[in-house]
């Protein structure tokens, strides 16, 4: 009898490894099929945009979205640092009793397969997807024209002009630098305000789709350059505070529009600027400006530094005073963290559609050159 059970059990364990791997074939077999489709969806961006884009994802951020907004802090950093004590801890019972690894090996590696592919797919089917619909421009039907370098100049007067005159209203603390007293909430109701009636072709950005969040560990995260991040997991837009707060007001934008479906960088860089200036509170329109001039002053210092520096002078002295105090600022954050968080960022990015990683935040100017021209 006793032979005869030691053969059973063999048997029953023979069949549930098996029943295992073959569970965790699935999840590869899923993730595999999901690769597919991202290789294919490039080559389709209007399918993506009438499938996933402008139907489906709507309904899965605001979901989501829903869910998320019991729990009134950043679920994403919960995550996260549950994720990095669960590494901890099973490093520390591996190196104490290894016999936990060796036992339990085959359930080890199937977990962690199956977890990985999992991650990857609900990726793409939560939010990942976006970042092969359509370009903005196309969306919205602008003027493709790039434009010169005298249309650059033009728009840079316009929008110095615009920044001056908002900003001098403005509430400063002692050192002449913008005050902005109300609390985060406050700001990130506001926020939203610019998307209410904001449209993308006929695609309207408004409604809601869940809370922005402030991140707890927010001066760690400046040392690595990061002002936030759209966790699409769990659709919650999560911002960096500790930043100045001309970039807070943006970020806090940019990241919303990644919550709305546009995935890359220039296009949320954007958004975010249109978002600002069209949003009733002056400080928002402020910072809306502010980012703008920021990109299109990069540019024009690599064309022409005569130029930059003309422009630069014409704003105003208060202008200026906000911009050593985010320049000072993020001097004193530099560090090496901050090179990995970016080589990471560019390697991410490159991967998921667009080709020019990092630099992808820098291509906000052709889409604002677009806007002039179609205005």
């Known amino acids: 009898m006793e032979a005869t059970d030691i053969k059973l059990n063999s048997k029953q364990q023979a069949r549930s490894i098996s029943g295992i791997w073959r569970g965790t074939l699935i999840y590869i077999s899923i993730a595999f099929i999901t690769f597919i489709l991202t290789r294919l969806a490039p080559l389709d961006a209007e399918m993506v945009e009438k499938l996933f884009s402008s139907t489906l994802y709507p309904y899965i951020a605001k979901f989501i979205g829903f869910i998320s907004n019991i729990i009134p802090i950043s679920l994403t950093e919960i995550l996260i640092i549950m994720l990095f004590l669960l590494i901890i801890v099973m490093i520390l019972l591996l190196l104490f009793n290894p016999k936990i690894y060796i036992n339990n090996k085959i359930f080890i590696i199937n977990y962690i397969l199956r977890s990985l592919a999992l991650v990857y797919i609900l990726f793409y089917f939560l939010w990942g997807f976006n970042y092969f619909r359509p370009d903005y421009i196309d969306l919205a039907n602008m003027n493709k024209d790039s434009g010169t370098i005298e249309d650059l100049e033009t728009l840079s007067l316009e929008i110095i002009n615009n920044m001056n005159i908002i900003r001098e209203n403005l509430s400063e603390d002692i050192d002449g630098i913008l005050l902005i007293e109300e609390d985060f909430t406050q700001l990130s109701r506001q926020a939203q305000k610019g ?4 449209k993308v072709g006929t695609l309207n950005l408004g409604g809601n789709y869940g809370q922005v969040k402030p991140i707890l560990f927010s001066e760690w995260m400046s040392y690595t350059g990061i002002m936030g991040i759209f966790f699409a997991y769990t659709s919650e837009p999560n911002i960096n505070t500790n930043i100045p707060i001309q970039d807070l007001l943006s970020t806090i934008s940019h990241e919303i529009a990644h919550q709305r479906g546009f995935a890359k960088e220039d296009e949320a860089n954007f958004i975010a ?16 400006y502010y980012l703008a001039i920021q990109y299109i002053m990069n540019d024009i210092y690599k064309e022409d530094q005569d130029l930059h520096i003309e422009l630069f002078s014409k704003m105003s002295d208060s202008v200026k005073r906000d911009i050593n105090n985010s320049n000072s600022f993020w001097k004193s954050k530099e560090s090496s963290s901050k090179k990995i968080v970016t080589t990471m960022n560019d390697t991410y990015l490159k991967s998921n559609n667009q080709k020019q990683g990092v630099q992808s935040y820098n291509g906000v100017v052709k889409l604002l050159m677009s806007d002039y021209k179609s205005n």
């Open 195 to 198: 998307f209410e009636d904001f």
């Open 273 to 288: 600027y249109k978002a600002n200036i069209n949003n009733p509170d002056k400080n928002f329109q402020y910072s809306g």
